[in-house]
Nanobody, 128 residues
Framework: QVQLVESGGGLVQPGGSLRLSCAAS????????IGWFRQAPGKEREGVSC????????FYADSVKGRFTISRDNARNIVYLQMTGLRPEDTAVYYC?????????????????????WGLGTQVTVSS
């Protein structure tokens, strides 16, 4: 059974850091493109970052570029999202998702509907 489980969320002050984890079971994470999405109350789900399955290319939304880093540990079957310089506008529920087959470009931050499997999310709150 395919399952994705996010963890690592919490309450952090502006400027702080968190590392989110996306643990997979039932499939190998490097067989799919993996995306991180977030959804704030009253807003649509938006793509934050994604990593391609074969060559590990990563892509970021402009709003997080330079602050967030996505990485994959194939041995542990976990994808991480390292978040630094957190801002109140980063407050949201963060989800990881798997896409197979991925698009030709490697992975997509647009169209969350193309992703096949989703975790239940982890809350990130940035507040003083």
């Amino acid at each position: 059974q395919v399952q994705l489980v996010e963890s690592g969320g919490g309450l952090v002050q502006p400027g702080g850091s968190l590392r989110l984890s996306c643990a997979a079971s039932g499939f190998a994470l490097d067989s799919d493109a993996i995306g991180w999405f977030r959804q704030a109350p009253g807003k649509e789900r938006e793509g934050v970052s994604c990593i391609s399955r074969r060559d590990g290319r990563s892509f970021y939304a402009d709003s997080v570029k330079g602050r967030f880093t996505i990485s994959r540990d194939n041995a542990r079957n976990i994808v991480y999202l390292q978040m630094t310089g957190l801002r109140p506008e980063d407050t949201a529920v963060y989800y990881c998702a798997a896409d197979n087959p991925p698009p030709p470009g490697g992975c997509s931050l647009n169209g969350p509907e193309r992703y096949d499997y989703w975790g239940l999310g982890t809350q990130v709150t940035v507040s003083s």
